[in-house]
């Protein structure tokens, strides 16, 4: 098997078990994934998706607050019994005033990541910063969405220079989703702060946001500017099915139209996100 770290990855519910998880990584020729908490169930996202655009936006904190401790409590058990496969990521309401103590618990739990959507606020709100602090001292990257939304729900909250609040805790890694896509020259000059102090904190994932048409041009520029050990691989895949295995053909596809060597195509699939989760393999 090939050496693919997909640092970005869904569960939709918690009805498959750690060994359907790694049979379907196994068929679509994935090494390792982070594996986000399911806050919704798949009957929470039917009624989800009858809802209106600013319903829908805010109903994640509500499904949070009814699944979240759940759902981080299984997320932690599948990554222990897969550990070598799953890199299991919490999920936490960042403006919760219990999200630093939900942090920690999952943290003690199983956890080893932490994955952040920004509902209906911007990431300098100050009601973060207790849970940036906790990630900090837990030593817990982030995985912040990045990027448009797509779905009429206001994307305003998730454009990548708002992340530069981060910078105020030096030593608490994150990682911006989908190149911000269409805001792929914002991210990369915000990831980019980093090749001035040489201390890259804010770190791009690869995960499609961009129709593939545009991500070659988008990943060209962050190839070009940003040090090989910033940018990760990602797909946005399901837990389960096949998605993950189109999303490699697409980066092989573009790796090659860009010229990309082999030791570099290494970095961005796999020792970056490896370096990045703190895996030792």
Known sequence: MRDIFD????????????????????????RMMCLIAPYMTLADRAIRDKMAPKERMTSIRHFYRKNGRAANDWIARVGKEKPDRIVPLAFVDSIAPDGPAELERAVNAGCRGLKLFNIGHYPWDERCWPLYEKAAGLGIPILFHSGILGDARNSRFHRPAEYEIVKQWPTLKVLLAHLSWPWTDEAIATCGMGVLDKHVQIHLDLTPGAPLEWREEAEKKAFDYLPDTAILFGTDAKEVGDYAARVIREQDYIFDRLNIPAEKRHRYYWQNAADFWGVEV
């Open 7 to 30: 640092t970005h990855v869904h569960t939709v519910d918690t009805n498959h078990t750690s060994d359907d998880i790694v049979r379907s990584m196994d068929e679509n020729g994935v």
